[in-house]
């Protein structure tokens, strides 16, 4: 019974708190229940919606880590672009600043 107790205990963590060590021990729970005459499909149904939960939750915490190291990447990018138009702009305002003269003709 302390293994029922235990199995649904674990299934009422949130995805989050749950580590792959938990569901494997959920499997073997489940097992052992099945072995010794339990019907638990209903809690057999359960954990494998909670490993699909559990699975799109890494895959979308990976999504994540892929996508702050592309952000990453553009930030830079744009921090050289606008380095680049702060050098050009001081180029294009000296250009300006500097009015041609005749003093050195006449």
Do not use: H
Request: proline share 1%; charged share 40%.
């Amino acid at each position: 019974m302390y293994v029922l107790l235990s199995l649904i205990e674990r299934l009422c963590k949130s995805v989050e708190e749950l580590s792959s060590d938990d569901l494997v021990g959920g499997d073997n729970a489940l097992q052992y229940l099945k072995f010794s005459g339990f019907k638990v499909d209903w809690l057999e149904k359960k954990l494998e919606e909670i490993k699909v939960k559990k699975k799109e939750e890494q895959i979308g915490e990976s999504r994540m880590q892929e996508l702050e190291e592309e952000l990453k990447v553009f930030k830079k990018k744009c921090s050289d672009i606008e380095a680049l138009m702060e050098t050009e702009k001081t180029k294009l305002l000296v250009t300006r600043g500097s009015p041609l003269t005749l003093d050195g003709v006449l």
